[in-house]
């Protein structure tokens, strides 16, 4: 009898132990199995040129670089995620400067590849044309080719999430500024990464929406904008993965004059779209 209870406890606590093992395991064995999500952040336009808005003394583009490294910041500090950005201070990444620069011929074959297929998709009726709301402005020749480059890199490297990095400025009326507030851009919903990119843009609206009005001008009533036509969002489908174009406010706002409100409303926003980006990878890419 004795013999028996002593086998049964020894069992009991083999029991024990292996659920207790287990538990402890789990989350480790799939700490271990995922791979950390890459996102590319891409300080919208070229480092030294290109269509960036200026109002002022303030360039566009310096400002979608100081909130890129904002962003980049906080976000390096999650050990999940492996953060890339287009360009920094000194100028473009330079893994992606060499690919773009000695792969020129390739993009731009690709890209051309892939307007065809659209366009026979177009004619046998199987995607629809859609005139787009907004204008934007044509891209410069180099700006093409690294947007193009940009995409086919994204792709290469197989990278999960893209954020492009914008501020607002067109149009004035009459040369006054008079608009206000943040839209973004998405893939038009023909696309391949059409209704990932808007989940994604759903949890950047929740957050932004705290810290700036949404944009008054009658074309972003939207908020959430499908666009055919924006290479940055994957135009001719060249991109698979969820992507958003922000532009997070007008540059002519009252509190992007000054430069301490300037510099707050750009650590805000940073802070705003990482807790978007961690709350949209740990409940939609983490599934
Ligand atoms: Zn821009």
């Not at 051309?112 to 891209?139: C, Q, R, T």
């Not at 994204?154 to 954020?163: G, Q």
């Not at 926003?269 to 949209?280: D, G, L, R």
Request: glycine share 4%; net charge neutral; hydrophobic share 40%.
């Amino acid at each position: 009898m004795k013999k028996n209870l002593a086998i049964k406890i020894i069992l009991l606590t083999l029991i024990l132990l292996a659920i207790i093992f287990s538990l402890f395991k789990e989350p480790n064995k799939k700490f271990f199995q995922n791979k950390k999500t890459k996102i590319l952040i891409v300080a919208g336009h070229e480092p030294k040129a290109g269509g960036a808005d200026e109002f002022k003394t303030i360039k566009e583009r310096d400002l979608n670089l100081q909130l890129s490294n904002d962003l980049q910041d906080i976000l390096s500090a999650n050990p999940n995620l492996e953060i890339i950005i287009a360009r920094d201070n000194n100028g473009w990444n330079p893994d992606l400067k060499n690919y773009v620069e000695t792969s020129s011929t390739t993009i731009m074959e690709w890209a051309s590849a892939m307007k065809n297929k659209m366009i026979g998709k177009v004619d046998s009726g199987e995607i629809e044309l859609i005139d787009p709301n907004m204008k934007h402005n044509n891209a410069a020749t180099n700006a093409v080719l690294y947007l193009f480059g940009t995409n086919k890199w994204i792709e290469k490297n197989n990278i999960d999430l893209v954020l492009h990095v914008h501020f607002n400025s067109n149009p004035k009326i009459n040369g006054k500024p008079v608009f206000h507030g943040y839209c973004m851009y998405i893939p038009e919903h023909q696309y391949s990464n059409s209704s990932s990119s808007r989940i994604f843009a759903n949890y950047l609206n929740t957050e932004i929406s705290k810290i700036e009005k949404p944009s008054n001008m009658l074309q972003e009533k939207d908020l959430i904008i499908e666009d055919q036509e924006l290479i940055a969002t994957g135009v001719y489908d060249t991109l698979k993965v969820p992507v958003v174009v922000i532009e997070y406010a007008y540059i002519y706002e009252p509190m992007m004059l000054s430069s301490s409100t300037r510099n707050s409303f750009i650590e805000y926003a940073a802070s705003s779209t990482a807790i978007a980006i961690e709350k949209y990878i740990a409940s939609e890419l983490k599934k």
